[in-house]
């Protein structure tokens, strides 16, 4: 073993010995390993107790170094072989063989996790468990074991397609497939159950999302430097520049997460959870102060070839981060304070009480803030603003329409995630179902018109290494990759807009995702994302792998418009209401009968689809002409190069043609005259 794989050795037992430690004292102050055992009532045992726990960072911590791993190896080590011809390089191959095996051990992590749960939650110990029929049942019963579950089976897939990787699509792709893996089992614990719940989940979704890259990350250009492998200080400039964004992100939803749990910043200080997340936020303080040192000192550093201090450094910051996720598993196996009014049906269900009588004034004024959303539009601004403002300042211009455009679809998603209209969907069918068709068929068409990718290649700059893959390469494969061909094809683009429609509505697809927070999350983005690829197809001003000619989009409007009136047609002619088991629950002592209410959303669903259909008319009617207008400009400077050339009409079409004609005139002129002298 040589001096390099000796120092990452050390540098690993250093992390692990630092996550256990404060994973046992964080167990230990939190009280979940000292619980009195009540006589008669079911005991896991100690090995229960303790193993959960040690089971649950293990499979974070393998997580956070699969995700490291397939990052180094798709996007921090520059990719070889140029463009047409991309290759990953040796050392990232190397990355994904390790990921393999990383990956393996996540999924045993995973399901020794899943078996120790089912002892925990059945309060029998793990023999039983193991030698009993209790760990099947459970799996399919109960939301724990399906999360754990899904994770077991993503990581094997990862564990096994990593070993046979050696394209940078395919690495990203299993890089895509281990961040999904990352959020079921985070989500179905404290955050399904929390006060508001809708929040507490989308803030550990994105919570969990961010620590892994961050994590994983720095542990694996800490084993580049130990290693001195080349490239380091590439790989760890990359690495800073998406750690500071992990940082933020970290610090944000951390921070929703700890007020949606302790609305009362008292018990902080008071209960044995606040006192856990409070050591959370300080050691989160040192990390920043550690990246704001790397900045300072180290990466300058490695820029004057001098790795070792980065490499100390960031062993040290290693340490520090694996020794936060053991004191995070110790948070999770804390329960928080109950509240202290007794929690509704109806705010169980919800996450917030039920609000009065609907009416217009408080559609608009009864704000219910949806992180979700609420950073979803902030970003999508943030960027577009930013790449707008990085033309501006290199001399280039931008339309000023297509921004306003852009910012009224962002205010329009506002408009129905933010208001009282969110507060009222999951209530009211017919506020549902305004709310759809906004994020359906209004807000996608000034999305499309605000031609983001358009914007994006202009302002992204190219990668400073010859045949790497930077956010423009990138893009650009994903606008020729077959994957886009198909899915914007305008027949798959049409059959998604509307087959989904009708695929979810009339089956228990509807009612599960008005059940589950992230199911209704992944409803409303499918509208957004369903409504901005069909209207790509009829107004993308973007690259498209297939345009079709205007004659052909207004075909294809007025055929596709009137399936949203059958369904709305439909929805008013139907004798059983949708999803009766949740309109049930939370039924309005205010409202109308559950029928009513949707044959009025079926309404607002049949006589919404002539606004999208007028706007789309005005904004083609537009393009159209502006596309005619540039084609007789080409035209006429065709014609003009032509005529400074000589006038030769091979050179230009207009040309040749108009050469075609006098032929044709001078053919007849002497025809006539020979007629004439007979």
């Not at 304070?337 to 004024?365: C, I, N």
Request: one cysteine or more; aromatic letters at 8%.
């Amino acid at each position: 073993m040589n001096r390099g794989s000796l120092g990452v050795w050390r540098a690993a037992a250093v992390a692990v010995a630092a996550a256990g430690a404060v994973l046992v004292a964080g167990l230990v102050l939190g009280g979940s390993v000292t619980e009195k055992v009540i006589p008669g009532l079911g005991d896991a045992g100690a090995l229960t107790r303790w193993g959960l726990p040690a089971a649950r960072t293990a499979m974070d911590l393998l997580s956070a170094l699969t995700v490291g791993a397939l990052l180094a190896a798709a996007a921090f080590l520059p990719v070889e072989g140029g463009r047409g011809a991309s290759r990953l390089s040796r050392d990232a191959i190397g990355y994904l063989n390790a990921a393999s095996w990383i990956a393996a051990g996540w999924a045993a992590a995973a399901a020794a996790t899943l078996v120790l749960t089912v002892s925990d939650v059945l309060g029998q110990p793990v023999g039983e468990v193991l030698t009993g029929s209790e760990l099947s049942s459970y799996v399919g019963s109960l939301p724990q074991g399906t999360a754990l579950m899904i994770v077991v089976l993503l990581a094997v897939v990862v564990a096994l397609l990593a070993r046979t990787t050696t394209t940078p699509g395919a690495a990203f792709g299993l890089l895509a497939m281990a961040a999904v893996a990352l959020l079921p089992a985070p989500l179905t614990g404290h955050s399904a159950s929390a006060a508001n719940h809708a929040t507490a989940t989308t803030g550990v979704a994105l919570h969990v999302a961010a620590v892994a890259p961050w994590v994983g990350g720095l542990a694996i250009v800490c084993v580049h430097a130990l290693l001195r492998r080349d490239r380091l200080p590439l790989m760890a400039d990359r690495f800073s520049r998406m750690a500071l964004w992990c940082y933020i992100t970290v610090g944000v939803s951390g921070l929703v997460n700890v007020i949606a749990r302790l609305p009362d910043p008292a018990e902080l200080a008071t209960t044995n959870y606040g006192r856990l997340a409070l050591g959370k936020i300080i050691a989160f303080g040192v990390l920043g102060w550690f990246g704001w040192w790397h900045r300072e000192r180290t990466l300058p550093a490695l820029n004057d070839r001098r790795p070792r201090a980065f490499a100390r450094f960031a062993s040290v910051e290693a340490a520090v981060m694996a020794a936060t996720m053991g004191l995070a598993v110790a948070l999770a196996r804390t329960a928080p304070p109950p509240p202290t009014e007794p929690e509704s049906a109806v705010k169980s269900l919800l996450g917030y009480d039920m609000p009065p009588e609907v009416t217009p004034v408080r559609l608009l004024t009864l704000w219910q803030f949806d992180l979700f959303f609420a950073a979803l539009v902030a970003v999508l601004g943030g960027l577009y603003l930013g790449a707008v403002v990085r033309l501006r300042r290199r001399g280039d211009s931008w339309p000023m329409g297509r921004t306003a455009a852009w910012l009224i679809g962002l205010v329009s998603i506002i408009a129905v995630t933010q208001t009282g209209v969110a507060k009222y969907a999951p209530i009211l069918f017919s506020v549902h179902m305004a709310q759809h068709m906004v994020l359906n068929m209004l807000t996608p068409i000034f999305l499309v018109v605000g031609a983001p990718v358009t914007l994006a290649l202009r302002a992204l700059k190219p990668a400073p290494i010859r045949g790497d893959r930077g956010p423009r390469e990138w893009l650009t494969a994903l606008l020729h990759s077959r994957y886009l061909a198909v899915i914007a094809h305008p027949g798959v683009a049409t059959v998604i807009f509307v087959v989904s429609l009708f695929a979810l509505y009339f089956t228990p697809l509807f009612e599960a995702a008005m059940r589950n927070h992230l199911g209704h999350i992944a409803m409303m983005v499918h509208f957004l994302a369903a409504g901005s690829l069909f209207f790509w197809v009829l107004l993308g001003v973007d690259p498209a792998p297939k345009k079709l000619p205007y004659p052909g989009r207004l075909l294809l409007l007025f055929v596709t418009m009137p399936f949203h009136a059958f369904f709305g047609i439909a929805l008013m002619s139907m004798s059983q209401a949708l999803a009766r088991g949740w309109y049930g629950a939370v039924d309005p002592p205010w409202g109308t009968t559950t029928l009513h209410d949707q044959h009025t959303g079926g309404a607002i669903a049949w006589a919404f689809g002539e606004i999208p259909t007028f706007i789309v008319l005005i904004v083609m009617a537009f393009q159209w002409y502006a596309d005619d207008q540039r084609q007789a400009r080409r035209l006429d400077r065709k014609a003009d190069r032509a005529a400074k050339a000589g006038g030769r009409s091979g050179e230009d079409e207009l040309a040749a043609y108009n050469a075609r004609l006098a032929k044709l005139a001078e053919r007849d002129k002497a025809a006539a005259e020979e007629q004439g002298k007979a």
